[in-house]
């Protein structure tokens, strides 16, 4: 485990004190982690163990521990006080940048990327996503969610090939790895492109799907999403009509594996017959 490793390696350096110090900083972090999770909705209840974490990891010397904290602090900061978040993101990235750990630093700059998308700075969320999928393949991972999101950031750019193709790799991988999380977020991007092409009743065919997927997971959409999505439902509502839209997104909801794969990827003439006019 990264945290356990991390308390040994304090412990190494610098004696019995360090490692309690270290010790009790790991049982901070995975209580403001548990407590985001406990209370979807109520991140200030994670910030003040997310902060003391920060506050006993710093003197420590030790920047995987320290990115490690500040890590489960921005969990919950960043949805209470993003402003503040800017910088402590800055200050856990310079920490894997000293370290090398490409790992973490593909999971800090992913968050970073989705901080600044929430925020509207698309510059800094490509510059930050672009750097994650770097790290992800120096450490020969692939990150889905980083997929994802610059899927997002490419549709903000108005990139819809560049966008559709980050969206349906990210399905497929998480198709392959069973991901339903990544896989509900991969077709709301579709639906979202879908809509602003005009195709309007496969977009909601596809916000069916993307719900029904989500659903499964007992999760609720988060944010920058919850904004497209609400954003685009209204678009397509407004163009396709209550009726065929309850009807549409009704079949999305329906549909069976293999369908969701032949709408998502255009595979079967029937269903662009059926959802594109």
Request: charged share 25%; proline share 3%.
């Amino acid at each position: 485990m990264r945290l356990g490793e991390t308390v040994d390696g304090v412990a190494g350096a610098g004696g019995v004190l360090e490692m309690e110090v270290a010790a009790d900083v790991v049982v901070l972090i995975e209580g403001a982690e548990k407590a985001l999770g406990f209370f979807a909705g109520e991140a200030e209840r994670g910030a003040p163990l997310g902060q003391e974490a920060v506050e006993r990891a710093r003197p420590l010397g030790d920047d995987v521990l320290l990115a490690e904290a500040l890590s489960g602090y921005l969990l919950s900061l960043d949805a209470v006080d993003p402003v503040r978040s800017g910088k402590l993101f800055d200050e856990a990235i310079a920490c894997t940048d000293r370290s090398g750990d490409q790992q973490f630093a593909a999971i800090l700059h992913n968050n970073a990327g989705m901080h600044a998308l929430r925020v509207g700075d698309i510059p800094a969320a490509r510059a930050h996503l672009e750097a994650a999928a770097q790290a992800s393949r120096a450490n020969a991972e692939n990150m889905d969610t980083v997929a994802i999101n610059l899927g997002w950031v490419r549709r903000q750019d108005g990139d819809h090939d560049g966008a559709r193709s980050s969206f349906e790799d990210a399905l497929r991988s998480s198709r392959r790895s069973g991901e339903r999380f990544n896989i509900a977020y991969a077709v709301l991007g579709l639906a979202c492109l879908a809509e602003d092409t005009g195709e309007w009743p496969r977009a909601c065919v596809l916000h069916g799907i993307a719900q029904a997927a989500l659903d499964r997971t007992g999760e609720p959409w988060q944010e920058p999403e919850v904004r497209y999505r609400r954003e685009s439902l209204a678009q397509v509502r407004a163009h396709v009509g209550a009726a065929q839209f309850e009807r549409d997104y009704a079949r999305g909801t329906a549909l069976s594996s293999s369908e969701v794969l032949d709408l998502a990827f255009r595979k079967d003439p029937r269903w662009v017959a059926r959802t594109d006019h």
